[in-house]
């Protein structure tokens, strides 16, 4: 089994955007330009986060959904903004293969074993946003990272290991965006309680990180964001001329945002990787 | 060439039917037994429960329609569940039947697998044919690929030999391709494992064109 290389796209409208710690978004361009890229690219996998659904209570993914979905022969999985079985009808219908759903589940935690009745527990993910407070204790945030619920992260992933999910999607707040590395900690913590499909996200910034992430813990596969979408601003050539250029321009100049980030195409970190002695499908 | 695309409300039909549309297989999503009469081949796509699946095929006439056009000779493709569906009977949530076109067993991972071992298998597994396999249609389109799973329940088919490429799971080696004449069953997704998988959809389409 490979260790999955995961390319998330945080969406707002139809436009892929990025933050540090989920907030300070900028807009990068057409959301489904980058998921072809990312695809033709060799990417295991697509994760699409509406990164406002949660905050405005709509779901406005669909499109870009149906338009990837057409032109994409890799997985795709949806999240943000989804809070009732209709809601991941929806988006299934649209195309998608899994949905991840954070907020409603910690809300309602028997909406998760309604959802996994419903669709077969491996459509199903489980999307957990972390944060450290000050002893040092990682809980669970809702609404995009917004709201801490004080629910201990740990404590979380022990009831849906009983409740049974197709995989946990883990993001790390304090790291997100940053590219200074995963939070390894809490990565072994969560990896040595549950046995189920871990893929785990929030601050990788060089390819080091990556093979860190896949090496240090038994993890499913890596969430990749800011990394490979400061490469594919300056190679997709359709991006020219556009939006996304300016959105670059803005990102290069904000230093903070950027000198700790290393970009690289997937198809380079996973040819880094296999050097490394970690198989992964080119 | 007309394929027909089993609408039984059990996922992924929308990508099955992109990919067919990709390599030229001109599909259909049938609602009723006319499309799938009409049509050249048959896929009977699926995620989701076995026993429940079953059901609503049975509810819709699905099941008399699918029956009577693989009796005819005509290709059935299942894909994940609708491949499960081809044997005879599952242990996902109690015992139920399936159509029983090839004989065997469809099987939980958690009872053969050791507790810490991750299921359900999702990601990119290797693909390899059996002597069997060699010999069949795939036999110029698969050569230890990867492709694409997510499944909790494995097929476990009766005879060897209708085993036509085996995958490892944590060092459980269970059948991701099963055939028997006309029938044709993939456990991983080949509508969603890249230009390995749609050269799946092509050599269908050579095959039975």
């Not at chain 1, 990417?43 to 149906?66: G, H, K, P, T």
Request: aromatic share 8%; with cysteine; hydrophobic share 40%.
């Amino acid at each position: 089994m490979l260790p999955r290389i995961v390319a998330r796209l945080d969406i707002k409208g139809n436009q892929l955007c990025k933050g540090i710690h989920l907030e300070g978004l900028k807009y990068l361009g057409p959301a489904s330009t980058f998921a072809k890229h990312y695809y033709e690219e060799k990417a295991d996998e697509l994760l699409f986060m509406d990164c406002v659904a949660s905050l405005y209570q709509r779901n406005s993914l669909y499109e870009v959904i149906e338009e990837t979905a057409k032109n994409i022969f890799i997985p795709l999985t949806v999240g943000g903004g989804i809070r009732s079985i209709a809601d991941i009808q929806n988006v299934l219908n649209a195309g998608a293969d899994k949905v991840a759903i954070n907020t409603e589940f910690l809300k309602r935690p028997e909406f998760l074993e309604e959802a996994i009745t419903h669709f077969g527990a491996s459509t199903i993910c489980v999307s957990i946003v972390t944060k450290r407070n000050l002893q040092g204790q990682s809980t669970c945030y809702i609404n995009n990272g917004r709201d801490n619920t004080r629910k201990d992260a740990l404590e979380w992933v022990n009831e849906i290991n009983n409740a049974g999910a197709g995989e946990i999607i883990l993001t790390s707040i304090d790291q997100e965006g940053t590219g200074l590395g995963y939070d390894m900690d809490l990565i072994k913590q969560i990896s040595e309680i549950t046995n189920i499909p871990l893929i785990v996200g929030g601050g990788a910034g060089n390819i080091n990180h990556i093979e860190e992430g896949i090496k240090g813990a038994q993890v499913s596969g890596v969430s990749l964001a800011s990394i490979i979408h400061y490469d594919a601003i300056k190679n997709i050539p359709e991006l020219e001329s556009t939006q996304a250029q300016e959105s670059s321009f803005t990102i290069l100049n904000e230093k903070k945002s950027f000198d700790k980030i290393e970009p690289a195409s997937i198809l380079e970190i996973k040819n880094q990787l296999i050097k490394q002695g970690i198989i992964c499908r080119t | 060439m007309k394929t027909a695309i089993v609408n039984y409300e059990a996922g992924n039909l929308f990508s099955v039917f992109h990919a067919c549309k990709n390599v030229g297989l001109n599909p259909l999503i049938a609602d009723d037994g006319q499309t799938l009469d009409d049509a050249d081949i048959v896929i009977l796509p699926g995620v989701g429960a076995y026993g429940s699946a079953m059901n609503v095929l049975q509810e819709r006439g699905f099941d008399e329609d699918i029956i009577r056009n693989v009796e005819k000779g005509k290709p059935l493709i299942g894909i994940c569940l609708g491949m499960q569906l081809m044997l005879s009977e599952s242990e996902e949530l109690g015992v139920n039947k399936g159509f029983g076109f090839i004989s065997g067993r469809v099987k939980s991972f958690r009872n053969v697998l050791d507790s810490a071992v991750r299921v359900p298998h999702v990601g990119w597994n290797n693909v390899t044919l059996t002597p069997q396999g060699s010999e069949s249609l795939f036999s110029h389109t698969i050569d230890s690929d990867y492709m694409y799973f997510v499944h909790s329940f494995y097929a476990q088919p009766d005879k060897s030999e209708h085993s036509l490429a085996h995958t490892s799971y944590e060092d459980f080696q269970f059948s991701s391709i099963i055939g028997k004449d006309n029938l044709l069953g993939i456990q991983f997704h080949p509508e969603r494992s890249g230009d390995k998988g749609l050269n799946i959809f092509r050599t269908i389409k050579n095959t039975f064109s």
